[in-house]
């Protein structure tokens, strides 16, 4: 097909474009915003809930965000605890936001994924550009990246939908979309926070839904302190606040450092796994003393153990946290047999597997049951998971295959709206590295990179020095990377 051809269909395309199908559906360049301005569009198969834009019944519910513009917009106020679930009203059911996306709108899920706000930009004429498409609006260059672009931006107008036909929007209603004029060029249709006004400045940020997909949300300025207790952002994140979590090892150093970050984020209660009872442990028994915490024995390599665990707190764990590890160094020729090399698989491996089939079905089952349901499943690698390190070259291939078996969760679990995180980390603070060399990642870090990732709704994320530059040099070049990391 020839350019001009392609541009054609592009073009033809505007109302629905290819690509932006599912993405807030918005005009994306000057041309458009225009166009946009004389007639806004519909949403559509965007994510957004069918109901017309500025058309009939919305905007002024009295009680809801909706502003004019120069009003103050009023303040998040902030969640209250949820009360005891009534066991004979219904469990909703979960049911997933239009998720269809083209290819090439796949580079917001990536940058959504991790927490940055990309757009395409064209090497040629520079020109930022939304919704996806494959060749630039303005001069037909198919030279397009993926750049970091200010996520600064005016909320021209907003609206509360009252009405959707769409399953997923139906049970969440109002809801609060409009239309924002970003600084970078393009006019977007986003989902609004409560917090922001009309005709007054906006951050935007690209957020997971709960089908995976990037959508566009438009953010105050500033942050307060309530923000996060928003609908919209509460909808789009995994945040512990008032929520049930599982540590499956409470005893190793990330999990010893995870329990008073996700009390301090508001969980109402952390269970703890104990893999070993008989091992005593100051720092275990001293989280014991706050009566929020729980221990459990819990050994990931036995699955009676897990489905005792399952059997007495199975339906109440609305995030777990699954930090079970068992590090030894060495290669393959380091070890007379592969006994050491089974136990690493049992634990990281096959230990994510029994953990799923006995959790998982519990957890999906509720994700959807109002702002306390089960919402995330968080998996701890180290960043060799992605590079093998020779020197701990079974370790990273156990990481390597629980990674897999972790992307193959996630899909599973995706029908379910439930958000699997990958946190990726480089050499851990702790008595298996006593020997690597800094920088050595804390495991305090680790468990307030988890926090910070649940809160802002990602998927992705690296922690540390070591397992940022690792990824930097992986994308630049992997071979290179891989015969370093062999003589080191
Ligand atoms: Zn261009």
Not at 60 to 65: E, R
Request: aromatic content about 4%.
């Amino acid at each position: 097909m020839s350019t001009r051809q392609k541009t054609g269909r592009v073009r033809a395309g505007e109302s629905k474009p290819d690509g932006a199908a599912s993405v807030p559906q918005a005009a994306s360049n000057r041309g458009q915003a225009a166009r946009a301005r004389r007639a806004p569009q519909t949403s559509q198969a965007a994510g957004l809930p069918q109901a017309a834009m500025g058309s009939g019944r919305a905007a002024s519910d009295p009680g809801s965000a909706t502003s004019r513009e120069g009003a103050i917009p009023p303040t998040t106020p902030a969640l209250q605890r949820p009360p005891r679930k009534n066991p004979v009203d219904r469990t909703r059911q979960p049911t997933l936001p239009p998720g269809l996306r083209s290819r090439t709108a796949m580079g917001l899920a990536a940058a959504a994924a991790e927490g940055r706000f990309a757009l395409q930009r064209c090497a040629r004429c520079d020109t930022v550009q939304y919704p996806p498409r494959e060749v630039c609006v303005n001069c037909l260059s198919e030279h397009l990246h993926w750049r970091d672009i200010s996520p600064k931006g005016r909320l021209l107008v907003s609206t509360t939908l009252h009405h959707s036909n769409d399953p997923y929007f139906r049970e969440r209603l109002p809801w609060r979309t409009g239309t924002v004029q970003l600084d970078a060029g393009p006019m977007v249709v986003a989902h609004i926070h409560g917090e922001c006004a009309d005709g007054e400045a906006v951050r935007m940020a690209l957020k997971l839904d709960r089908a995976g997909q990037a959508v566009m949300v438009a953010l105050p300025p500033k942050p307060s302190e309530h923000m996060q207790d928003d609908k919209v952002i509460r909808e789009m994140s995994s945040d512990p606040k008032f929520r049930r979590v599982l540590v499956t090892d409470g005893k190793c150093a990330t999990g010893l450092a995870m329990v008073p970050a996700l009390l301090a984020a508001g969980a109402t209660q952390v269970f703890i796994g104990d893999p070993q009872p008989w091992r005593r442990s100051a720092a275990f028994e001293a989280l014991l003393a706050d009566s929020r915490v729980k221990a459990f024995d819990l050994d990931v390599t036995d699955g009676d153990s897990i489905l005792k665990v399952a059997g007495a707190i199975g339906g109440k764990v609305d995030i777990l946290v699954n930090t079970a590890d068992h590090e030894r160094d060495g290669g393959l020729m380091q070890f007379r047999d592969v006994n050491v090399a089974r136990d690493m698989f049992d634990v990281k491996c096959l230990g994510l597997m029994r953990l799923a089939q006995v959790f998982g079905g519990a957890m999906c089952g509720r994700a959807a049951d109002g702002v306390n349901s089960a919402v995330a499943w968080v998996n701890l690698f180290s960043i060799h998971a992605q590079a093998n390190l020779p020197a701990r070259g079974v370790w990273s291939a156990a990481h390597a295959g629980a990674l897999s078996m972790s992307q193959s969760l996630r899909s599973e679990f995706r029908p379910a709206g439930l958000r699997v995180v990958h946190v990726f980390h480089g050499p851990l603070d702790h008595e298996w590295e006593q020997r690597t060399p800094p920088p050595r990642v804390a495991p305090a870090a680790v468990a307030k990179a988890v926090v910070q990732a649940l809160r802002d709704g990602l998927e992705d994320i690296d922690v540390g020095d070591v397992a940022k530059e690792l990824r930097e040099r992986l994308a630049d070049n992997p071979k290179a990377l891989e015969r370093e990391l062999g003589v080191s």
